[in-house]
């Protein structure tokens, strides 16, 4: 194994961690998931996962796989704790909607980039509720989990064998992904502050 693929290893340690923290503030009722989007969030990038796999992609796989499967097991958490989740809307419903269409599309397609864009449109439809939610109310969610996934999504760019679009789409999107996440949650406390 070669010195740049521990430091994927490490990225995927990292986003568990903050994924745990995320769950444990989940469990004792500080955050609160917004189920629709960890959902959709663990499936598309598994999806991805298989897509970037079939295509050769090896170890930038591993930040793209753990990107869904942290997700997961948030979502499963999320159940734990009755009081514990996001009281979902007809927003989050929509977005959940095209998420599951642009799943529908990825199933059709066979071919692997177009299942990584699919993957991709699938996943950024689900995050919009929670990116709304990290703005509006962020004492609602956990900015840990998203700092270790942007560290894991960067990690994916140590493991690159060639840089074909096939490894490099759904890296560049989880860092955009968790920018954006981290900025809307920093936003929101910033107007707090300044509304007290």
């Not at 942290?70 to 009081?83: G, T």
Request: glycine residues 6%.
């Amino acid at each position: 194994m070669k010195m740049l693929q521990y430091i994927v290893l490490l990225g995927a340690i990292a986003n568990l961690a903050g994924g745990f923290v995320y769950i444990k503030e989940t469990l004792h009722d500080k955050t609160k998931p917004n189920r629709v989007t960890w959902l959709m969030w663990a499936i598309a990038p598994l999806i991805a996962t298989v897509a970037g796999l079939s295509d050769g992609v090896r170890w930038a796989a591993l930040p793209v796989f753990m990107s869904g499967f942290v997700p997961l097991l948030i979502f499963i958490a999320s159940f734990a704790n009755p009081k514990s989740f996001w009281k979902l809307e007809k927003f989050d419903y929509i977005c959940g909607a095209c998420s599951i269409l642009a799943l529908v599309l990825l199933g059709i397609t066979k071919e692997p980039l177009i299942a990584i864009i699919f993957s991709i449109a699938s996943d950024g439809f689900a995050a919009v509720p929670t990116i709304i939610k990290s703005w509006k109310h962020p004492d609602s969610e956990s900015v840990e989990a998203y700092t270790a996934g942007l560290f894991n999504s960067l990690t994916s760019f140590f493991a690159l064998r060639t840089f074909g679009v096939s490894e490099l789409a759904f890296p560049i999107y989880l860092v955009l992904l968790n920018l954006s996440l981290i900025a809307a949650f920093y936003r929101g406390r910033l107007k707090k502050i300044i509304a007290k």
